[in-house]
């Protein structure tokens, strides 16, 4: 006959080991260098072409006037799935992904990046 | 004892056996369960129509967020549609970067199912352990692609992102330690007693009948099917990638949980062999936006079987029509079979064997409008009301 406890060496094993999971805000793991975090966006380098806008399969990215006469792209992080197919359609790399992925905030319109 | 025969009982859509929700009335002889009815539609999303309102672009995130778990899967399914039309040659490095998380997928998918069939076996070492080992591989995923679940890597053409010289040095590192922790499995499924007595011999599934309810993936193979679509109609690199198909005549629960840990040797060799011959060169082909008229359907196999998609295009940027068939649909019909004369503690692990994924199963439930107290008969609300009053009059449960 089989006897329970197959398991248990490993798992006293385990009693003696340091928790897996961090503390939190104490203590932090570095994300990945490729990770989609929060974007970035250089003003300078928008032709105002619009594609990212057309491409965003979520509605977050609009084109609307902020200054001059032309518009520019502005993204809401609230709608965002961070696929990163704006950085990836836009023509003069004026979008680009960051790392930072702490994006909690209180109100809706908070999070937006212009 | 009379009194207790055929009592029916709804499990689901809210119940906390089940991980999503969907209905299932059982109908018990005492602790026996003699028929299973399942009832889909609460969780429809309508996904297939919002496709037809999307550009070929957008759709591939939202075809990737039909499922959590298989999200690769169903965009290779699209992607390959999308091709078919174009008439477009894709890059060797990109089929085989679209086989590593194929693969990487299925390891993520079989690893999370040995957890869920623990939990519901009250086993929750096992659960504890085979996520923690998950993590490893969606840390992959991550260090690739830059998510953990929806990674938005594929694209019409190819893929996104490239596979550098130290992530590959880092996958076939994590390859070694899950190999090891795969080995464990197979010792520990074998050998422990808490999985050999809640598993074995429960939720039997047929060859003959598992061929005739059309099963899929896992839940055929455990049932002795030889059926595996990267064998059968090889997609991405599987032509040029040997791998064993893992088939048990078990039949039972324990038949799957076998087949999955036996699978999970096989993508760790297919992902060692992916690494090691990767080809240099493009990881995409410039792919236009605009599709031409034309259909297309493809097939991929799941880490929970045979995923079939189906587009028609229309010449615009936007598809006409676009079907999906997850696994778990072909799956779901062979639970009623497999529910029939176990026991009613048994029903949650049945039905947790097949992997169930409803949020991707779905569909609308079209109901025939029938004759009154015949089945299908539509009330009102007045009528509703009326038919409530006189119910629990008749039951005496509730004061005039």
């Not at chain 1, 709608?79 to 990836?88: M, N, S």
């Not at chain 2, 699209?78 to 085989?96: D, G, M």
């Not at chain 2, 598993?199 to 309810?213: D, S």
């Amino acid at each position: 006959m089989k006897m329970p406890g197959k398991m248990l060496p490993k798992i006293f094993g385990f009693i003696f080991k340091k928790p897996v999971t961090v503390l939190y805000p104490k203590e932090r793991l570095t994300p990945p260098k490729g990770l989609r975090g929060k974007m970035k966006f250089h003003l300078e380098r928008c032709i105002h072409c619009g594609l990212c806008s057309h491409d965003c399969p979520s509605g977050a990215c609009t084109m609307q006037l902020i200054t001059g006469d032309k518009k520019q792209p502005v993204f809401d992080l609230d709608f965002c799935t961070f696929c990163a197919q704006c950085e990836e359609v836009c023509p003069k790399d004026a979008i680009e992904m960051t790392t930072e992925f702490e994006l909690a905030h209180y109100k809706r319109g908070e999070a937006i990046v212009k | 004892m009379i009194w207790l025969a055929n009592v029916k009982i709804p499990i689901g859509p809210q119940h906390p056996a089940l991980k999503e929700p969907e209905n299932f009335t059982i109908t018990l002889d005492g602790e026996k369960v003699v028929d299973a009815d399942i009832r889909i539609g609460y969780t429809h999303r309508g996904i297939e129509k919002l496709i037809e309102t999307r550009n070929y672009i957008q759709n591939l995130y939202l075809i990737e967020r039909i499922c959590g778990i298989c999200s690769f899967t169903h965009t290779q399914n699209y992607v390959q549609n999308v091709e078919t039309i174009l008439n477009i040659q894709i890059p060797r490095r990109a089929e085989y970067i679209r086989t590593l998380f194929l693969e990487l997928e299925r390891l993520h998918s079989h690893l999370l199912w040995m957890g869920v069939a623990g939990h519901e076996i009250g086993f929750d070492t096992l659960f504890m352990y085979t996520w923690q080992d998950r993590e490893l591989v969606q840390d992959i995923l991550e260090f690739i692609s830059g998510n953990r679940v929806n990674y938005a890597m594929n694209t019409i053409g190819g893929v996104r992102r490239d596979i550098s010289e130290d992530q590959k040095k880092k996958i076939l590192e994590t390859m070694i330690y899950l190999e090891k922790r795969a080995a464990y499995y197979k010792e520990v499924a074998v050998n422990e007693k808490t999985i050999l007595a809640r598993c074995q011999g429960v939720g039997i599934l047929k060859p003959e009948i598992a061929l005739k309810l059309s099963a899929v993936g896992p839940t055929a193979r455990a049932s002795g099917v030889d059926v595996d679509i990267r064998r059968d109609d090889p997609h991405a690199a599987y032509a040029d990638t040997p791998f064993q198909v893992i088939t048990t005549d078990t039949c039972d629960v324990f038949g799957r949980f076998v087949v999955r840990v036996l699978e999970l040797f096989e993508s760790i060799n297919i992902i060692r062999h992916l690494m090691n011959n990767l080809p240099t060169g493009e990881i995409k082909a410039k792919a236009p936006r605009k599709v031409p008229e034309g259909e297309a359907i493809s097939h991929t196999e799941a880490p929970r079987g045979e995923d079939i998609h189906y587009l028609r295009s229309n010449g615009t940027d936007k598809p006409e029509r676009y079907k999906v068939r997850t696994p778990t649909m072909a799956n779901l019909l062979s639970i009623s079979e497999m529910l029939k004369g176990t026991y009613l503690a048994d029903v949650p692990i049945i039905v947790a064997g097949i992997d169930p994924c409803m949020g991707c199963m779905d569909r609308v439930l079209v109901l025939k409008e029938g004759k009154e107290n015949q089945p299908g008969y539509l009330l009102d609300w007045e009528h509703l009301r009326r038919y409530g009053i006189q119910w629990y009059a008749e039951k005496g449960g509730r004061i005039q």
